[in-house]
């Protein structure tokens, strides 16, 4: 158990619809990092937030928007959904900001389906 | 962020030490080399983080020559459930992207 937590583990929606992903880091953690990944796109980096703020953002869609708040869990939103949106989603956090030369804990995933 | 590269796949057989080369020809000064494990449908997980050396844990060691510019991820005495994915991370302290490749396919076999 890596001590992050994420919500749903499942999730079955259809084409147009709009989702809320989310993730609660392990205690004491302020840096929360989200991934999506597919069958065929490997791991791929979203959006990092770090103490309430957005500090770097990725292969980030504009209908996907995140948001941490101050008890420092992060709500990942998807909308206007297409099929290729259907993914694994990994929620993460570390304890400082400088994600590479520290450890990352990652949740288990939300896995999403888009029909 | 330092490219790296890893061979896509690699077979063992259980109880054989398994050896995984990344290269990082233009690591920085104040890079660190990170490697996470990841199984199907799970998030990945920390395996080991070095600077330089040797860096050994109750998981496995990591090599890095003086130059740095390459690194080996030892896992000694593998069994079925070493088999995953191995990816090697390499990036300097203004990048909080921390992106993973394509990593590299372990398969161990019985």
């Known amino acids: 158990d890596s001590g992050v937590t994420q919500t749903p583990k499942h999730l079955i929606t259809a084409t147009g619809q709009r989702v809320t992903l989310r993730c609660s880091p392990r205690?004491?953690?302020?840096?929360v990092y989200w991934y999506q990944q597919s069958l065929d796109q490997g791991l791929q980096f979203l959006i990092q937030?770090?103490?309430?703020?957005?500090?770097a953002k990725g292969n980030i869609l504009e209908r996907f928007s995140a948001q941490q708040f101050p008890d420092l869990h992060s709500e990942l939103n998807l909308s206007s959904l297409e099929l290729g949106d259907s993914a694994l989603y990994f929620c993460?956090?570390?304890?400082?900001?400088?994600?590479?030369?520290?450890?990352?804990?990652f949740g288990q995933g939300t896995r999403l389906t888009v029909v | 962020l330092a490219k790296t590269t890893q061979p896509i796949s690699m077979d063992s057989y259980e109880g054989q030490e398994v050896n995984i080369t990344c290269s990082h020809n233009n690591i920085a000064t104040n890079d660190y080399i990170t490697w996470y494990q990841q199984f199907p449908s799970q998030g990945p997980r920390f395996i080991i983080q070095g600077y330089k050396t040797k860096v050994t844990n109750e998981v496995a060691s990591l090599f890095i020559p003086a130059d740095r510019k390459s690194s080996t991820l030892s896992l000694p005495r593998v069994s079925l459930s070493d088999t995953a994915v191995y990816y090697c991370?390499?990036?300097?302290?203004?990048?909080?992207?921390?992106?993973f490749g394509a990593g590299t396919t372990v398969t161990v076999r019985a």
């Open positions: 993460a956090s570390s304890s400082r900001d400088d994600l590479m030369n520290t450890e990352a804990f």
């Open positions: 937030y770090y103490n309430g703020e957005e500090r």
């Open positions: 205690s004491g953690d302020l840096s």
């Open positions: 991370l390499v990036g300097d302290t203004n990048d909080y992207k921390l992106s």
